[in-house]
């Protein structure tokens, strides 16, 4: 991934979005750390042919990769704490610039707050786009604990596992990839209650925000795995004319 640190284009002002072809469907996943966003996108995004794009997921490669931004990035993530929005919707902005969003995004970690709902709104209007739905995945704070403390990653691609709810066929290994799996730094107890207690109050006003704009489908989190995913794609399904 490349960094944009360094270069300054004002945030959504000349987003890059949409400029070889329009954007397509839109698809805001919501919900609390650990509510599953990441494993239904996985499913959901091969299913709807959706390019699958994770915040979370392109701060842990820059991380990786050791790059400018990875520096910026891993002192919150390593507080629980979310990463300054310049940072962040700029990162996104250039995501979305590459020729596999234009068919089509389903959005997983962003936005945590107003300010990146708003910036996404306005950068989606730029390319003559706008979110088709934001299905949030409502799973009880006391659950929350649980599947973030079980929780195993792959190391090429972060596939999520879960100790108890979604093991892996083989320990330790990634069925999809075969890469190694482990935990994150971030999962660890003391920054798993960080990262509730700074987090939660903003999801919650991306919530209302959402909601207010009649785009907003709560799903219950509790089922297992295919239960959600099936709910999931119904209402996405129905909100983007997509066959089932
Ligand atoms: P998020 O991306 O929202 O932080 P993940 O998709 O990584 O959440 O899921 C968090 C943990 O919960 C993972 O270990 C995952 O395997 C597990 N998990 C996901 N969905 C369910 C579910 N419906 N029931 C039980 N555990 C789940
Ligand atoms: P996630 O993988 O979505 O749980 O994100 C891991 C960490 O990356 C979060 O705790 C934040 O520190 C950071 N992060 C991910 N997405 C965002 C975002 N949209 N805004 C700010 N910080 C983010």
């Not at 799903?219 to 066959?243: C, H, K, M, P």
Request: hydrophobic share 40%.
């Amino acid at each position: 991934m490349t960094s944009s640190i360094g270069r300054d284009s004002p945030i959504g002002s000349s987003s890059p979005i949409g400029r070889n072809s329009p954007i397509g469907r839109v698809v805001v996943l919501l919900g609390a750390p650990g509510a599953g966003k990441g494993t239904q996108a996985q499913i959901l995004s091969k299913r709807l042919g959706l390019a699958h794009v994770a915040t979370g997921d392109l701060f842990r490669a820059a991380v990786r990769d050791e790059t400018p931004l990875g520096t910026v990035a891993k002192a919150y993530m390593d507080r629980g704490e979310l990463v300054p929005d310049t940072v962040t919707i700029k990162m996104l902005l250039e995501r979305l610039s590459k020729p596999d969003a234009a068919a089509g995004i389903l959005l997983d970690g962003f936005p945590r707050n107003t300010a990146q709902a708003d910036a996404l709104d306005k950068a989606l209007a730029e390319a003559g786009g706008s979110v088709d739905i934001a299905p949030y995945i409502e799973v009880p704070e006391s659950d929350l604990v649980a599947r973030l403390s079980g929780r195993w990653i792959c190391r090429a691609e972060g596939h999520p596992y879960h100790e108890q709810a979604n093991p892996p066929l083989v320990a330790g290994v990634c069925d999809i990839d075969g890469s190694e799996l482990y935990q994150r730094t971030d999962d660890q107890p003391a920054t798993v209650q960080a990262r509730l207690r700074q987090q939660l109050g903003a999801l919650a006003e991306v919530v209302a925000y959402y909601r207010d704009r009649g785009l907003l489908k709560p799903v219950d989190g509790r089922r297992g795995i295919d239960g959600v995913s099936e709910d999931l794609f119904a209402s996405i399904a129905a909100a983007t004319g997509t066959q089932g």
